[in-house]
């Protein structure tokens, strides 16, 4: 038996001297196999754990600086720590949830914080707004107010009292925002957040700008959203900080259109088309071959059709040819058409002396269709509007030498969507949920790898299925299906309950509640 102290390793045996003390060993009259050999041997192992434990003791007092804690009183046990107070099964916790907890300040101060529930197991975690750190509180109960998510508009105040400021959320947990008069792109913390109704500021709106109170506004473009970059007309940038923003109630530019521009100071106008939309280039009628120029004022023209966009279906026709011909705009200015004879290299096109809108919808990234050639016949997406590119489901290459292809009534996929999915026809069908949508990943239930390619995939008419959803599970199906709670979205891995150390992948899963019991540890 072997005891170790601090310090130079040492080590001692019965019936070897200990370090300090006399060998442990029976009487010499009385041999070790004797009751009282036996009863020494045992009163000198006593004598020796003991000698330990005091070095112990005091090597931790030399370490404590030499202080130890008072002991206890005889008559009065330390309080143990109270536990984190569960909710109640009517009303449980799960993440994302808003919710109120009570703090206290650096001079132990308690008072009410709002946060966002950022873990519910094993431990019940609150993100307080304001504060970049995740604690776990023991008074922890709902607000009446929806979570926030990346994208929301809010409005922001570091204190009551103070200004208000729009902003964007960037962070949902801890709660980050980028305040439209911020140039802060992953924006800041603030103590006091609230939902507006503002939908917020998108690529393309048309807003007025100026630096500062006293400036005259300049018309502009939002080139990005978060944090806010405006490109104002006629100063050729592709986007800048302004802490005054204002939107405008007028359609973006887009390349094609036709405009009126003020040539001039003190009113010369001409009209033309937009030849880039940011920044906004304008090539008025009389210079209709070159790439335009950059002009402060430009507004529609009431009296012209928008112009062509890319991927517009349309039909042209020049002077030496005898019928119209079908195509897609590729290019709107100079206007070039992809025509459906044109051969899969020329993929910018040709000029033609006449281009005219058809009522056929054209093809747009992101459009779900079908399919046809010499070989298959099957579902996709367009990747691609020109030359255009589609990407068959179950497949990651586009193919861009497509005989036929026509739309389909089907909404696009998005991740983390419900689907129904198969290899073959001749397949069941199974579960599964959308991990990238453009090549079609699916993380079939009951797999682990989220990456899965399959040939037939459709929508599922169920909800998403997302971490501390009930669940019900089984791994065949002629099983009985076990309750559960989800712990991981994609792929989907369930506790089941009873097992809750334990994580299952499942090939059956019914969504039975959206809340579930938070189970706290």
Not at 254 to 279: H, L, N
Not at 441 to 455: I, M
Not at 485 to 511: M, N
């Amino acid at each position: 038996m072997h005891r170790e102290l601090a310090g130079p390793r040492q080590s001692f045996e019965f019936g070897e001297a200990s370090p300090g003390g006399r060998a442990a060993t029976a009487s010499p009259g009385c041999p070790a196999w004797c009751p009282t050999g036996r009863r020494r041997l045992a009163a000198a192992g006593v004598a020796a754990v003991a000698a330990v434990i005091v070095v112990v003791v005091i090597i931790a007092a030399c370490k404590g600086g030499g202080k130890t804690a008072p002991p206890p009183s005889p008559d009065r046990k330390p309080a143990p720590p109270p536990p984190p107070s569960p909710p109640s099964p009517e009303d449980p916790f799960r993440i994302g949830d808003r919710v109120t907890v009570m703090t206290k300040d650096d001079a132990s101060k308690e008072e009410r914080a709002n946060g966002t529930i950022a873990q519910t197991v094993p431990a019940l975690m609150v993100a307080i707004d304001g504060k970049d750190i995740i604690k776990q509180y023991t008074d922890v109960q709902h607000l009446e107010e929806k979570g926030f998510e990346v994208g929301n508009r809010v409005r922001v105040t570091g204190s009551r009292g103070k200004d208000w400021a729009t902003g964007t959320v960037t962070q949902a947990v801890p709660l980050y925002v980028a305040a439209d008069t911020d140039d802060e792109p992953g924006g800041r913390l603030y103590k006091h957040v609230e939902h507006i109704a503002d939908e917020g500021f998108k690529v393309g709106d048309r807003v007025r700008v100026k630096h500062h109170k006293n400036d005259k506004f300049r018309h502009g473009t939002v080139t990005h959203a978060v944090p806010l970059f405006v490109a104002a007309d006629g100063l050729g940038d592709t986007g800048v900080f302004y802490p005054i923003v204002e939107r405008l109630n007028e359609d973006p530019f887009e390349v094609g259109d036709k405009v009126e521009v003020v040539v001039k100071a003190g009113g010369g106008k001409k009209t033309g088309r937009v030849t880039k939309a940011v920044p906004l280039y304008v090539a008025v009628d009389d210079e209709r071959n070159s790439g335009g120029r950059l002009y402060q004022d430009v507004t529609h023209d009431e009296r012209g059709p928008r112009g062509f966009k890319v991927g517009d279906k349309v039909k042209v026709k020049n002077k030496d040819m005898k019928d119209w011909a079908n195509g897609i705009v590729a290019e709107a200015w100079p206007l070039y058409v992809v025509t459906d004879n044109d051969p899969y290299d020329n993929s910018r096109g040709s000029l033609y002396d006449e281009v005219e809108h058809l009522e056929e919808r054209g093809f747009a990234v992101g459009d779900r269709v079908r399919i046809k050639d010499q070989h298959t016949e099957a579902n996709g997406t367009v990747t691609q509007a020109v030359p255009l590119h589609v990407i068959q489901d179950g497949q990651v290459n586009a193919k861009d030498n497509v005989l036929q292809i026509e739309h389909i009534e089907e909404e696009g996929f998005e991740p983390g969507e419900r689907v129904r999915v198969k290899a073959k026809e001749t397949d069941p069908w199974a579960g599964g949920t959308v991990k990238q949508a453009v090549p079609l990943y699916v993380a079939k239930d009951g797999q682990s790898d989220p990456w899965g390619l399959y040939a037939h995939v459709v929508h599922a008419d169920e909800a998403r299925i997302e971490v501390d959803d009930r669940v019900e599970v089984k791994v065949k199906e002629a099983d009985k299906w076990a309750a559960g709670t989800v712990v991981q979205a994609v792929p989907l891995y369930v506790a089941v309950d009873g097992h809750s150390t334990q994580w299952g992948l499942y090939p059956h899963v019914r969504r039975t509640a959206k809340k579930s019991p938070a189970t706290l540890v």
